[in-house]
C-alpha cells in the first residue's frame, strides 16, 4: 500500500464568485456612495445656486466635466429615491470579485456612459443622475457570468432580470425628463466593463486574482 497527499480544494475562482467575499465591507461601500448621493442633494438644497447645472451639456467643451459629477447629481429628490434602491443593490453585488475589480467597473460604466450622453444627448438640457451607473452595473451583473461561464452567474442574472425587467423600458426613447441615451450607454458600458475584465482575469494567473 502506498500513500498519496491530499490535493486541497481549489480555490473559487475570485471572478466568478455571486457575492463579494467580504460582504460587511460591500455594503459599506455601497451606503458610503449611496450616503454621498443624499449628500450632494441636500447640499443642493442648501447651498445657494444650482448645482444641478454642472451636469453633463452635451457636445458643449463647458458642459464636458459634467461627466464626472452627473452621476451624483440629482433633479430632486423623486429623482434621487427612484435611484437609491438600484445603487445600493447593483453596486453591492458588482463587488463579487473585489473591490479593485468593481472600482475598475465603475470608471469604465461612470467614463464611458457620460461621454455617450455627451456625445448624443439632447443639447438643450443638462443631464444629472446616478441611473446611467445603475444601468451599467445591472448589465455588467447580467453577462458576466456568460462571459465568465459561470453558472451562478448566469442563475442571478435570471433572477435580476426577473426582478428589474421594466428597466429595460429606460433604455428606449419617449420618456420625456428621461435620459435613455445615459441609460443606453451606460449598458454599453457594463457589457464592455464585463468584457474588459473577463479578458484581464484570462491573461492573469490565479494568485493575482482580485479577491
Given at each position: 500500500m502506498s500513500t498519496l497527499p491530499v490535493n486541497p480544494a481549489p480555490e473559487t475562482d475570485a471572478a466568478k464568485r455571486v457575492l463579494p467575499p467580504k460582504p460587511k465591507a460591500a455594503a459599506l461601500v455601497a451606503l458610503s456612495f449611496t450616503l454621498l448621493l443624499y449628500l450632494v442633494e441636500l447640499a443642493d438644497v442648501?447651498?445657494?445656486g444650482d448645482l444641478d447645472q454642472g451636469g453633463?451639456?452635451?457636445r458643449a467643451l463647458s458642459g464636458l466635466d459634467g461627466v464626472l459629477f452627473a452621476p451624483v447629481l440629482h433633479a430632486g429628490w423623486s429623482h434621487l429615491f427612484?435611484?437609491?434602491l438600484p445603487v445600493l443593490v447593483f453596486s453591492f453585488l458588482a463587488m463579487a470579485a473585489g473591490i479593485g475589480r468593481f472600482a475598475l467597473v465603475t470608471a469604465i460604466i461612470w467614463v464611458v456612459s457620460g461621454l455617450g450622453v455627451w456625445l448624443v444627448g439632447p443639447s438643450d438640457a443638462v443631464t444629472v443622475g446616478a441611473s446611467g451607473l445603475a444601468f451599467g452595473w445591472l448589465?455588467?451583473?447580467?453577462v458576466r457570468g456568460?462571459?465568465?461561464?459561470?453558472?451562478?452567474?448566469i442563475a442571478l442574472a435570471v433572477v435580476l432580470l426577473g426582478v428589474w425587467s421594466g428597466m429595460l423600458a429606460g433604455l428606449l426613447p419617449g420618456n420625456p425628463g428621461v435620459s435613455w441615451q445615459g441609460h443606453l450607454f451606460g449598458a454599453l458600458a457594463g457589457v464592455l466593463a464585463a468584457w474588459l475584465t473577463t479578458r484581464r482575469s484570462g491573461k492573469a494567473a490565479p494568485g493575482n486574482l482580485e479577491g
Open positions: 442648501i447651498l445657494p453633463i451639456q452635451s427612484a435611484n437609491t448589465a455588467y451583473l447580467l456568460i462571459f465568465n461561464r459561470a453558472a451562478g452567474q
